[in-house]
């Protein structure tokens, strides 16, 4: 079912983390730069990527499915008036993007191109957010990084180094108590395997070297990559969750209170109206609740594991956080992501309007809101526009 130009553009403007705007992006890339856009094929170049989640409702609103949906608007000086979309899971996808794009993985003169969009393509659908952290972390993983302008990132270096210091501390904390537990080995020697090993964890590509750690931490070598990943994904969420705390506790403080956020002219709201309202902050109230207490469970999870293994040389929480780290930290990052975007969008609309909003302001920041939090299929599966 098409939707209206009002959905679409909630759906476009919904954050980094849920839309992937590449087109926006590229067009900012001059044209004689050496690293260039995003993709060889010019068709992919104008299109956007969305994050679609599924939430399981008796589970803390726990992601059941993530999927990723391709749109290609139809006026791209006015993307909000529709467009073509593929959905990666479709069974014909293959098929509908050479018919969108032309591209063509068995002509000899575009094979490369072709395999090599293809491997961007299956990044962005491996991973569960569009955060900026995590597409950079993937592509640096991938060897894909250098072929990626940094536009596309949108991490300064400096923003870059500050956020990776704190999560490579952690690490190398956890990585040295493991050598500690292992026999007597001098200090020199500690810090070389802990360098080597950091290195080796951060990059999550191989376990070359690191055989009788991954063997150590009871890691399945073929998952061992993804698990080391998806390890530095928990760390760089549990720093970002520690700096918006005060600032989303602002923001619960407000939800949660029917003062000030009912509308300011609800004297004058129809019976319906009123209905809306109340079914609105029932309805996301439930949902913030849900993520935040979902957001709780796995960082303290984490938190315990890890303070057991550093604190009291006890791994076997740490052992058993990490084998199922890769799930984990899919639920986080959604979870986390749409609380941090949810509290830009009430902030800038409390900065305009004020904590007081009418009738009509509710309902465009609730309607915002609800998108972030449960970008499910039904609502963007079909990107056309109504009329």
């Given amino acids: 079912m098409p939707m209206d130009r009002g ?14 705007n590449v087109y926006d992006i590229g067009r900012r890339i001059p044209a004689d730069d050496p690293v260039g856009k995003l993709f060889r094929n010019k068709t992919l170049n104008e299109a956007m990527f969305f994050k679609i989640l599924e939430r399981n409702a008796t589970q803390y ?19 909000y008036e529709g467009g073509d979309s593929i959905l990666f899971d479709d069974p014909s996808f293959n098929r509908m993007l050479g018919v969108k794009t032309g591209a063509d993985s068995k002509s000899e003169e575009s094979q490369v191109d072709y395999v090599m969009d293809l491997e961007i393509l299956e990044m962005i659908y491996s991973l569960p957010t569009l955060d900026p952290f995590l597409l950079k972390s993937k592509s640096e993983q991938l060897d894909l990084d250098d072929r990626i302008h940094q536009f596309y990132f949108n991490i300064s270096e400096d923003d870059w180094k500050r ?6 501390t952690k690490i190398r904390t956890l990585v040295r108590r493991a050598f500690m537990t292992g026999g007597d080995v001098s200090v020199e020697r500690m810090e070389q395997h802990v ?49 918006v705390l005060p600032q989303l506790k602002h923001f619960f403080a407000w939800l949660g209170d029917d003062k000030v956020a009912v509308p300011v002219d609800w004297a004058r709201l129809m019976p319906d109206d009123r209905d809306r309202v109340e079914y609105a902050l029932l309805g996301l109230r439930d949902k913030v609740r849900d993520t935040y207490r979902s957001i709780k469970f796995v960082l303290s999870n984490y938190e315990q594991s890890y303070r057991a293994f550093i604190d009291e040389n006890q791994p ?25 975007h949810a509290l830009n969008v009430w902030s800038k609309t409390i900065d ?36």
Avoid at 7 to 20: E, Y
Avoid at 62 to 74: A, E, G, N, R
Avoid at 163 to 168: D, E, G, N, Q
Avoid at 316 to 340: G, I, M, P, Q
């Fill in 7 to 20: 959905s679409l553009s909630k759906v476009i403007n919904a954050g980094r983390s849920t839309a992937f």
């Fill in 316 to 340: 076997r929480a740490f052992k058993d956080f990490l084998s199922t780290a890769d799930e984990d930290y899919t639920n986080l990052a959604t979870c986390l992501s749409a609380n941090v």
């Fill in 163 to 168: 956020i990776r210091s704190p999560i490579r």
């Fill in 61 to 79: 609103n726990t992601v059941s499915t993530v999927q990723t949906l391709m749109y290609f608007p139809y006026n791209l000086a006015n993307v």
């Fill in 352 to 387: 305009s309007y004020g904590e007081r909003l009418r009738y009509e302001q509710f309902n465009e920041l609730f309607d915002t809101l609800s998108i972030l939090f449960d970008m499910r299929r039904s609502a963007v599966g079909n990107l056309r526009v109504s009329a």
């Fill in 195 to 243: 360098s080597r090993f950091l290195t080796k964890i951060w990059e999550a590509k191989d376990i070359e070297g690191i055989e009788d750690f991954v063997r150590s931490m009871d890691i399945p070598e073929e998952r061992a990559p993804e698990l080391f990943f998806a390890w530095k994904a928990i760390c760089y969420y549990q720093v970002q969750f520690e700096d």
